[in-house]
Nanobody, 123 residues
Framework: QVQLVESGGGLVQAGGSLSLSCAAS????????MGWFRQAPGKEREFVAG???????TYADSVKGRFTISRDNAKNTLYLQMSSLKPEDTAVYYC?????????????????WGQGIQVTVSS
């Protein structure tokens, strides 16, 4: 069992920044890939960023250069630093655990999910 709890969302103006955190408990956090996904109203859940436990990172094209994923294995915490935010970044953001080393962009390859946190970017 893995429990994931996101924090740090909220409302920000376009061009601003927000930082999300995801605290993990349960299974050993450090040996697995973790990801951030988001889901906007009426849209499918989409991959945002992922990170394996040795520091490899992958980003969706839509957030490259604006978002940074990181993790602190000692604190069992995953982070997403978001800058130059756009209204189209508005969504519920989820962190997710993948029971494997490699990052995947497919939501169905992640087995545990946080409850989600709202990020709203106003124009």
């Amino acid at each position: 069992q893995v429990q994931l709890v996101e924090s740090g969302g909220g409302l920000v103006q376009a061009g601003g920044s927000l930082s999300l955190s995801c605290a993990a408990s349960g299974r050993t956090f450090s040996r697995y890939a973790m990801g951030w996904f988001r889901q906007a109203p009426g849209k499918e859940r989409e991959f945002v960023a992922g990170m394996n436990w040795i520091g490899g990172k992958t980003y969706a094209d839509s957030v490259k250069g604006r978002f940074t994923i990181s993790r602190d294995n000692a604190k069992n915490t995953l982070y997403l630093q978001m800058s130059s935010l756009k209204p189209e970044d508005t969504a519920v953001y989820y962190c997710a655990h993948r029971p494997a080393f490699a990052i995947s962009e497919r939501p169905d390859e992640y087995d545990y999910w946080g409850q989600g946190i709202q990020v709203t970017v106003s124009s």
